[in-house]
């Protein structure tokens, strides 16, 4: 039992046992989007949950169930929501959810959560929906739930990047669908990676400034923001070492572990 990783496949007593010992709980946000034509829209998903389940090992944690719709895609950061596929919610709706799992594990006993963002629009409607989370388990007398948050690609070294990208790191935002996320995917899900399909339109030129209606040519045809040539499962190794060790370096520190 103590092996088992993700929440969702634990019965509810040996979940509550879990809770008994004090476990900490991971929880991952993704969301269903485009991620160009040579990769699947399930990336902002794969992505975290596999970083969780490795840090979630390291400390003796479990991982709660992935949330697979996230805040809208954003034209400069996830290409827009044109892209076919792309399935997102309203930043208020993304909150909820996130607040009612929160209030339903504080319930449950859970007293330390951490929540591991993979999709860059749910930042802060994350964070609105662990705030909110947390002031109804205040309500309700439960004063003592400590949570983590935190962006997956936050916690990777420069001499990592600084490898990955001889000519300078293009930054978070674009590398959306691009060598991080191609990289990693081919480590994880090879399957769902066709490099035979990586398109040459990029890398996105945007003005510092957003336009609505999106105007057209505005986005990369393609939906890929960076480059994704030169992605490898040896460059994704690198970047899941570092997320992976940083992460568990950060909550064993913040929780004591
Ligand atoms: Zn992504």
């Not at 969702?8 to 269903?32: H, M, S």
């Not at 169930?65 to 827009?80: A, E, F, N, Q, V």
């Not at 066709?194 to 105007?215: L, N, Q, T, V």
């Amino acid at each position: 039992m103590a092996d088992k990783v993700l929440m969702a496949e634990l019965t509810w007593p040996e979940f509550e046992a879990r809770i008994k010992q004090g476990v900490t709980v991971f929880l991952p946000l993704g969301t269903t989007e485009q991620h160009g034509p040579h990769m699947a829209l399930n990336v902002d998903v794969v992505l975290p949950t596999a970083v969780c389940e490795r840090v979630a090992k390291n400390v003796g944690g479990i991982v709660a169930p992935t949330i697979p719709y996230g805040y809208k895609s954003m034209p400069r950061s996830g290409g827009g929501e044109s892209f076919p596929g792309t399935t997102s919610l309203d930043a208020n709706t993304f909150s909820l959810v996130v607040r009612d799992v929160i209030r339903a594990l504080g319930r449950d006993g859970v007293r330390r959560l951490v929540v591991v963002n993979g999709h860059f629009e749910n930042c802060w409607p994350g964070v609105e929906g662990v705030d909110l989370g947390l002031r109804e388990l205040k309500r309700d007398g439960v004063a003592d739930m400590q949570v983590m948050k935190l962006e997956y690609w936050d916690f990777v070294r420069r001499e990592t990047l600084d490898r990955l990208f001889p000519d300078g790191f293009p930054g978070t935002e674009l590398e959306h669908a691009s060598l991080l996320e191609t990289s990693l995917m081919l480590l994880l899900r090879p399957d769902l990676v066709d490099m035979s399909k990586i398109p040459s339109d990029g890398p996105a030129k945007f003005p510092p400034y957003d336009r609505h209606p999106i105007p057209k040519g505005f986005v990369p045809a393609s939906g890929v923001l960076a480059r994704a040539q030169g992605s490898s499962a040896e460059k994704g190794q690198w970047l899941m070492d570092d997320h992976v060790e940083l992460i568990t370096n950060a909550v064993r520190a913040e929780f004591g572990l």
